[in-house]
């Protein structure tokens, strides 16, 4: 199945491919703020299908429901929004990245403090947060989670401040890594982003009341008007008495991750002012000038390789078919209990739509691989179906290094392009020919001549290696990396 060599590489079938991050959304002032929050999460699904929460404020009182499951499955009822009642409210899709998938990590994540009650969610990763957390226990914390994001409130806690915007200031500033943070208090509304602003956050306005999200999809579906990008190291402070803006981190050059455009992002949404979709359809183009190849037809490999397999198609002349159909019933948390219906794999997934691939030469276009579970799978059903030449194109750079800002990524030995060749890569996956975009092509893509080494434009160390900020957990030992000590059995 593997092609021709034999790998010491497991084929493993549990499809643990780049998975998503954490979608974020808040809004204040608006009679139906759950109703709002919900529809804002449904949009941002695709960012994380483990869990989601959503936190209201009515008058003084905070409500909450958070489940683990599809925002469709718990949010989706009126007497679920009927609950959730109050004029504000916060949300959170998850996937995580820190912590365990237990109902006590998901989020909005809340606190009690001096002043009052304050809630908060966050897309990204912490990288010190394991080791400040074990200081905080050190010094008496009680942690009601095993996630990296409770480090702020636990720092929020201890913080002296006497303004909350001043103490949220003072716990970020203590933390590494990457977050887009919204956070609810009895009064306002809190936005931030890390000083490079690794993960997006967007400003709407619906009738007034100030929206905070991770994508512009998301306004899109409550119909809110897109204000603004949050900036890089920029904290917002929304409340009845209008918006303020903090800059605790001085300014710099913001460095956004690339594979927001490259998968994560919906291809409606628009990022750091350009259109999701055409700099996928783009990053397929650079792809066709880079390495094309004579074929008959260019298949994406849906969902996420059609834009850049219809740029891929529109530079090359070659036609685009749908050679793969895919089966929107199976969400990407399916669950696969015994190894032989694990083996049936993509196949629940994604079909071979045999009329358009046989006796034909393939060129099947992704926008990433990552183990190559996927691809391996892909090759071989289009080889069943009758094709008669099958190469692959890859519309991003082989990803060599493991994230640790808020993507799921597999540990560095698990990453094809890490451990094997170009030419081994080609043969594990059993296509005829093998090719990715090069990091220069992608910058391309995005409107640079080519990646600025001095200062680079984006977050890109999945290829380069190049992390940009400290990596404080994986320096220490590993002694506090411990499963939760509390098994909730019911
Ligand atoms: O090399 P692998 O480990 O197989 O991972 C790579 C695949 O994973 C992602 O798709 P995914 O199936 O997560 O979602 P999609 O349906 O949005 O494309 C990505 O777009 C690749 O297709
Ligand atoms: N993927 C994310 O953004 C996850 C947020 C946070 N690190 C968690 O694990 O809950
Ligand atoms: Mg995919």
């Known amino acids: ?56 404020l009515d008058n003084d009182q905070f409500r909450a429901e958070r489940h683990l499951g599809l925002v469709g499955d718990h949010f989706s009822d009126a007497d679920t929004i009927a609950r959730l009642s109050g004029s504000a409210a916060i949300g959170h899709v998850r996937y995580s990245t820190t912590g365990e998938t237990i109902l006590r990590n998901v989020q909005p994540l809340f606190a009690e403090l001096d002043g009052g009650g304050i809630a908060i969610c966050h897309n990204g990763n912490f990288t010190n947060a394991l080791t400040l957390r074990r200081q905080l226990i050190r010094d008496g914390a009680i942690c009601q989670s095993t996630s990296d994001s409770e480090v702020v409130l636990q720092l929020l806690a201890r913080s002296r401040q006497p303004k909350i915007v001043d103490r949220f200031i003072e716990a970020i500033k203590q ?71 903090f800059f605790p981190f001085g300014r710099r050059k913001a460095r956004p991750c690339i594979f927001e455009y490259i998968y994560f992002s919906r291809p409606d949404s628009i990022l750091g002012g350009r259109s999701v979709y055409d700099v996928r359809r783009e990053m397929g183009r650079q ?58 794999g993509v196949k629940l997934k994604h079909s071979a739509n045999r009329s358009q691939i046989a006796g034909k030469r393939v060129t099947l276009i992704d926008d990433s691989l990552v183990r190559g579970t996927t691809s391996v799978k892909i090759v071989q059903m289009i080889r069943d179906a009758g094709a008669r030449e099958v190469h692959f194109r890859l519309a991003s750079p082989p990803i060599r290094y493991s994230d640790y800002y808020g993507i799921d990524t597999p540990v560095r030995e698990k990453l094809l392009a890490a451990r094997y060749s170009l030419e081994e890569m080609r043969a594990y996956i059993g296509a005829d020919t093998l090719a990715f975009l090069s990091v220069e092509g992608i910058y391309r893509a995005m409107g640079y001549d080519g990646r600025d080494d001095e200062n ?31 098994v909730e059995v019911r």
């Open 1 to 56: 199945m593997n092609g021709e060599t034999d790998f010491e590489f497991d084929l493993d079938l549990d499809g643990d491919t780049l998975r998503e991050e954490c979608g974020v959304f808040g809004v204040l002032g608006h009679e139906d703020a759950a109703a709002l929050t919900a529809l804002g999460l449904h949009a941002l699904q695709h960012r994380g299908q483990e869990a989601a929460g959503i936190v209201t």
């Open 175 to 245: 933390m590494e890594g990457a977050y887009s943070l919204v956070a609810l208090t009895g009064k306002k509304l809190i936005g931030a982003r890390d000083p490079l602003g690794i993960r997006p956050l967007v400003l709407g306005d619906l009738n007034g009341a100030p929206i905070l999200a991770s994508e512009t999809c998301a306004l899109d579906i409550i119909g809110a008007r897109f204000i603004r990008e949050i900036e890089n190291g920029e904290v917002i402070v929304c409340s009845t008495g209008g918006i303020e803006s």
């Open 287 to 344: 792809l066709a000038i880079e390495s094309q190849v004579e074929a008959d037809v260019v298949v994406p490999v849906p969902d996420s390789g059609v834009p850049a397999a219809i740029g891929y198609s529109q530079e090359s002349g070659i036609p685009f078919e749908l050679g793969i159909i895919r089966n929107h019933y199976v969400g990407r948390t399916f669950i696969e209990p015994t190894q032989s219906i694990r083996t049936l």
């Open 456 to 486: 680079p434009q984006f977050t890109d160390h999945c290829f380069t290696g190049d992390y940009p900020t400290p990596l404080t957990d994986l320096s220490g030992d590993a002694e506090f990396r411990h499963p939760p000590r509390l």
